[in-house]
């Protein structure tokens, strides 16, 4: 999984090397500080159990004032790495583990965080025969309306809008339930989905008063 897991940060442009866990015992004067309840954390002391904190350390190529490459230099992921990378690091193990087993993933708002090509690159994962040779599934919802036009991504039947009704209750239905376009042509997933959504062709977009 590991050699798996650097491939895949390789060819997101991460720039990252290596993983490593650097993991850390607490004393247990500051256990008694972690949130867990009282009884709890007493029964872990007492039984001898050894406590520790995890991080995983980012590996990154170090350079002089040449260019030449000297050595590495290790990252914390919690305090040093990029909103971005945190999430694709958080994405990348489940996405590789559903592709391996054939399982459905679901991921809510795959897209926060994350610059566009990145979040389409794990998407493709799922269309490639060769890294999803047992049909695993991906299901996830997004705010980001440029999906709507890359067909090359999504048939019709893969794409569903949720819509808020006057009642608070929340309605899901698919964007092949819109045989027609404003204009009475067929709606096809090769046209501008993104433009007729904005629309409002399709529903599923805000009443915004004036700000």
């Not at 990252?16 to 309840?37: R, S």
């Not at 170090?62 to 790495?81: P, Q, V």
């Not at 964007?175 to 993104?194: I, Q, Y």
Request: aromatic content about 8%.
């Amino acid at each position: 999984m590991k050699a798996t897991l650097l491939d895949l940060l390789k060819k997101a442009d991460l720039s990252i090397n290596d993983l490593k866990i650097d993991e850390q015992d607490i004393p247990d004067e500051q256990a008694k500080e972690l949130p867990l309840p009282a009884e709890i954390m007493e029964k872990i002391l007492s039984g001898g159990a050894r406590i520790t904190s995890s991080d995983i350390q980012t590996s990154h190529k170090k350079f002089d004032a040449d260019n030449n490459a000297t050595g590495a230099t290790y990252f914390s992921l919690n305090t040093d790495e990029s909103q971005g990378t945190k999430k694709f690091l958080a994405l990348s193990a489940p996405i590789l583990d559903t592709l391996k087993s054939g399982k459905i993933l679901l991921i809510d708002e795959i897209d926060a965080s994350l610059h566009p090509m990145l979040t389409e690159g794990l998407i493709k994962l799922f269309h490639n025969a060769e890294n999803n040779p047992f049909n695993a599934q991906l299901i996830f919802t997004t705010h980001d309306v440029s999906f709507l036009s890359r067909p090359q991504l999504f048939g019709r039947d893969q794409i569903w809008f949720t819509e808020k009704n006057l009642y608070g209750s929340t309605e899901l239905y698919s964007l092949l339930e819109f045989r027609k376009n404003s204009k009475g042509k067929d709606v096809r997933s090769t046209d501008n989905l993104e433009k007729h959504y904005l629309q409002g062709q399709f529903g599923a977009v805000p009443y915004l008063g004036d700000f």
